[in-house]
Each structure stands twice: as C-alpha cells, then as structure tokens.
C-alpha cells in the first residue's frame, strides 16, 4: 500500500480558497455597486410579485425596460464619470435630439450615405464635450451652469437650423437594411442598442477599473491640487471626460434614429434627470471620488423597471414617481453608508 503525502498546502488550500471568497463577499459589500445591486433586487422581486399575472416576466415585459435602459445606460454611465471626477453635464438632453436631427437631415433629406451621418453626429457631439470641457477648465465657472447654457444653446441652434434646412422640427428616416439592423434591429424583442451597451459595458469597466487613467479619474474627484502635483493631466482628463459624455449621447441618438426612424428637436429633459437618478442610484457620491460602473448598470435597470414596467403589474401608474422619490433619498443615505464601509475596510487593511 502506498502512502499518500499530504503537504500542509494541500490541506490548508480549501480553507484559503473559503476565507479568500469570504474576502471577496465582504469586498463587494463595501463598494456603491453593493447597494444598488441590492435595490435592483428589490424592485425586481417587488414587481415580478405584482405583476407575475400581467406578464412582467414574459419576453415583451423584460424587453420593455432593458431596451430603454440600453440608450439611458450608455450615457449614464459616461455621466457618472463625470460625476466621480467631480463635474456633471446636463446638455445631454439637447446633445442626443441634435444628433438625430443630424442623421435625418444628412441622410434623409440630403441622401449622404448612413456612415457620413453617423460620422457628422458623433462629431457634433465631441465638439459640444470639447466646448463644455474647455470652458470649464478654463474658467471658474461651475460645470453645471456651463453645461446648462450649453443645454439651452445647442436646443435653440438644434430647432433653428432644423427650421432652416427641413422648414420643420420633425423628421422621419428610413436606414437601409444593413443599417437598421446593425443600429436599429432586434434580435428576439431586444433592440441592437442592448448589444451595443453591453460592449461600452465591458469597455468601461476595464476603463474606470483596470486602466491605469481610471484611477485618475477617481484622483480628480478627490482632491485637484493634489492629482495635478501628482501629475495628472487634469485639465486634458476633464476635457477627455467631457468629450466622452456628449459624444455617447450622440451615438444614443443615433442608435434611436435608427430604431425608431424618426428624429426629433425638442430638447429631452427627462433624459437629463433619468441620467442622473441613475447614477445616484447606482451608488456615485454627488461629492465625487466614490462610484463603479455595475454600479451605475444596476441603478440605470433599477429606474428602468420602475418607470417602463409598471404597466405590467397591478401598481396604479401614478405612484412611479414617489417609488422613484423613495428609492432615489434611500440610495444617497445608503451611498453615504457604504463609502463609510469602504473607508472603515480600507484602513484595516493597511493596520
């Protein structure tokens, strides 16, 4: 018979492998994605219980608020870096309604090919962050009554050369096949901007996460003086940041032109507030410094089910927005409890 040799390594490796997944657990408890983890839960259970009997959990009803969380989802979370760095924009609500109007007067009116559109309203979009960020890093001026101005600004520009080239404020637009199903198609009752959230998911993941200019942002949000002796580029960084929110809005108006195959140019206001509750609720400190990607994925499905999915349950309508009253003053106490976590852990860590 042969003996067997058990190395304390082979023995202890089950109870490493438990404490380092108990490590885990806790770690996670103690980031702003922990809470609205937890809210999206909540919300989740709470109306799959109301409206089991009306199809909450039918194909149509999941597809009802996961489609308008993908166009949300793809600029809150631009705006939540923003946020982390300390800044806020709120021209969003007029950037996405411009860059509709681009593509179908581009492409419809003035039969360009669809990439030419496209390229127009993306770059409409990076010249609106450029101008926001510039102005802000330049003057003493706050971000919010920058990007404010900038609202109202490219709202009016937007209806006036609407008026101008179309002689209306509306547009219809039909993209040609290949074009409507890469932007505007469905796959099973999901829109193709599903698709195309998930992969700016994952890019801004390893961006905020794993890249080393993430940790800038977070440093931006903390204190300026000392990420700008530190090195960082913070004028450029804010600017890129900046670039980067106007820019993912354009390309959700685009993905919404395509879809719907219609354009408008009325500013969306109701963009700019959904952006927002979204990433309070998904956990990112209105102080800066503090906040994750799944985080602010979480918060935008969380809001997402509450305000397109209450038609399928037995909740009177009326009552979405003091759910979204409720949730939104829970999430910033519960925001404020889990930064106390994180602080409180990552100084154990270090003792």
């Known amino acids: 018979m042969t003996a067997t040799n058990l190395t304390p390594s082979t ?22 994605a922990a809470g609205a983890f937890m809210g999206f839960v909540a919300v989740f259970i709470l109306f799959a219980m109301f409206g089991y009997s009306r199809n909450f959990l039918s194909v149509a009803g999941v597809t009802t608020w996961v489609n308008f969380a993908s166009l949300i989802g793809m600029i809150a979370i631009p705006v939540g870096f923003l946020m982390i760095a300390g ?13 509709t109007m681009t593509v179908a007067i581009v492409c419809e009116h003035y039969q360009m090919p669809v990439l030419v559109g496209v390229a127009a309203a993306l770059a409409i979009g990076a ?25 109202f600004a490219v709202a009016g520009i937007t209806l006036y050369l609407s008026i101008f080239f179309i ?20 796959v099973y009752g999901f829109n193709s901007s599903v698709f195309w959230w998930g992969g700016l998911i994952a890019a801004f993941v390893f961006f905020l996460h794993y890249s080393p200019k993430g940790s800038w942002v977070f440093a931006l949000g903390g204190d300026q003086e000392s990420a700008r002796n530190a090195g960082i580029p ?9 670039m980067l929110c106007s820019t993912s809005a354009a390309f959700a108006g685009v993905l919404q032109v395509m879809t719907f195959s219609s354009a408008t140019s009325q500013a969306n206001f109701g963009l700019i507030f959904n952006t927002i509750i979204a990433v309070v609720v998904g956990g990112v400190l209105l102080t800066g410094g503090f906040g994750t990607v799944m985080g602010i994925v979480f918060g935008v499905l969380t809001l997402s089910i509450v305000t397109q999915a209450i038609g399928f349950t037995e ?37």
């Open 87 to 99: 800044e806020l924009d709120i021209s969003t609500g007029a950037v996405l309604p411009a860059s």
């Open 234 to 242: 913070v004028s450029r960084m804010k600017i890129a940041l900046f």
């Open 315 to 351: 909740i009177d309508r009326n009552l979405s927005f003091l759910i979204i009253g409720v949730m939104l003053l829970i999430a910033v106490l519960l925001n404020d409890t889990f930064r106390h976590l994180a602080t409180s852990w990552s100084t154990s860590k270090k003792k």
């Open 167 to 186: 002689n209306n404020t509306n547009s219809f637009y039909h993209a040609p096949d290949w074009a409507k199903s890469l932007f505007g198609g469905k």
């Open 127 to 151: 010249l609106i962050g450029f101008i926001n960020g510039y102005i802000v890093t330049h003057t003493r001026v706050p971000s919010f009554i920058v990007t404010l101005a900038t609202l």
């Open 11 to 32: 023995v202890e490796t089950p109870a490493v492998e438990s404490e380092s997944a108990i490590s885990s657990i806790k770690a996670f408890f103690r980031t702003p």
